[in-house]
T-cell receptor, first 115, second 110 residues
Framework: AQSVTQLDSHVSVSEGTPVLLRCNYSSSYSPSLFWYVQHPNKGLQLLLKYTSAATLVKGINGFEAEFKKSETSFHLTKPSAHMSDAAEYFCVVIPDAGNNRKLIWGLGTSLAVNP | DSGVTQTPKHLITATGQRVTLRCSPRSGDLSVYWYQQSLDQGLQFLIQYYNGEERAKGNILERFSAQQFPDLHSELNLSSLELGDSALYFC?????????FGPGTRLTVT
């Protein structure tokens, strides 16, 4: 079955240090992959998306993610964390290339940024 | 601002009641998705509509139903409400694959 796994439910970093949020997926096809962010008491916002173009995708707020087909991963990174990055992050995959473009959501990673 | 609007922002009602949540998608987006988010169950996909037709179903209870109207706005109807239905309900619209989320409706069932 197709799935997406966010390997850490909670990540804590210090302000100014790098952020790594890990996401692995399983898909028989060439997937489309997304990261969404949800700040406390807010709706979800698209951070970035991969849709079979460049494997390194740049998103908003200095985040980027690299699609690694051999590792079936799409980890989210940021060189230097900011306090405002504290939020819940969701990895999403659309595994099917056909008309049934069902989204599969990860369970989320809660990012805490310490001063 | 994503361009997706949801009303009402907050809703407080009693068990056994019925409520309707409304979503207006971004201009031009044909797909609308509904999600439920609660502390114990996380983010759950409920249902998707595309141009008025049901496209995909997730973990939607039989007490819940939705529809998308010709002007593309969508409504989620929740009936025979239970305490466990208290949650944030999001809708999202989509031009293709990426989704744009509304601010959500917070439903409290007492």
């Amino acid at each position: 079955a197709q799935s997406v796994t966010q390997l850490d439910s909670h990540v804590s970093v210090s302000e100014g240090t790098p952020v790594l949020l890990r996401c692995n997926y399983s898909s028989s096809y060439s997937p489309s992959l997304f990261w969404y962010v949800q700040h406390p008491n807010k709706g979800l916002q698209l951070l970035l998306k991969y849709t079979s173009a460049a494997t390194l995708v740049k998103g908003i707020n200095g985040f980027e993610a690299e699609f690694k087909k051999s590792e079936t991963s799409f980890h989210l990174t940021k060189p230097s964390a900011h306090m405002s990055d504290a939020a819940e992050y969701f990895c999403v995959v659309i595994p099917d290339a056909g008309n049934n473009r069902k989204l599969i959501w990860g369970l989320g990673t809660s990012l805490a940024v310490n001063p | 601002d994503s361009g997706v609007t949801q009303t009402p922002k907050h809703l407080i009602t009693a068990t056994g009641q019925r409520v309707t949540l409304r979503c207006s998608p971004r201009s031009g987006d044909l797909s609308v998705y509904w999600y439920q988010q609660s502390l114990d169950q996380g983010l759950q996909f409920l249902i998707q509509y595309y141009n008025g037709e049901e496209r995909a179903k997730g973990n939607i209870l039989e007490r819940f139903s939705a529809q998308q109207f010709p002007d593309l706005h969508s409504e989620l109807n929740l009936s025979s409400l239970e305490l466990g239905d208290s949650a944030l309900y999001f809708c999202a619209s989509s031009p293709m694959d990426e989704q744009y989320f509304g601010p959500g409706t917070r439903l409290t069932v007492t």
